[in-house]
């Protein structure tokens, strides 16, 4: 069975950085594609980024520049480096793993950033 747990958020200043964790067990899938999303509060749910097995990467506008997605080669362990935080990146942050029409999700960790 496939679980995806998600770790590093917390309360930061503006400015600010945290680095989120995702760590995916009971996956076969050779290749896939493991994301970032985000839902803020009274949004719809958002793509942050992606990254694959073969190493293709794929930003939101609003993070590039900012946000840096990373996977430990081999692995099913991905990361989201955020610096310079601003207050409309405050959501709750969820990692998803992909392999054709199949989806799994994390429960989700809380960004806070305040102003």
């Known amino acids: ?4 747990v998600e770790s590093g958020g917390g309360l930061v200043q503006a ?6 964790s995702c760590v995916v067990s009971g ?8 994301g970032w999303y985000r839902q803020g509060p009274g949004l719809q749910r958002e793509l942050v980024a992606t990254i694959s097995t073969s190493g293709d990467i794929d930003y939101a506008a609003s993070v590039k520049g900012r946000f840096t997605i990373s996977r430990e080669k ?3 362990t991905v990361y ?22 199949f989806d ?12």
Not at 104 to 115: C, F, L, M, N
């Open 104 to 115: 799994y999700w994390g429960q989700g960790t809380q960004v806070t950033v305040s102003s």
């Open 80 to 101: 989201l480096q955020m610096n310079s935080l601003k207050p409309e990146d405050t959501a709750v942050y969820y990692c998803n793993l992909r392999y054709l029409i």
């Open 15 to 20: 400015g600010g950085s945290l680095r989120l």
């Open 74 to 76: 081999g692995k099913n």
């Open 1 to 4: 069975q496939v679980q995806v």
């Open 27 to 34: 996956s076969t899938f050779s290749t896939n594609v493991i």
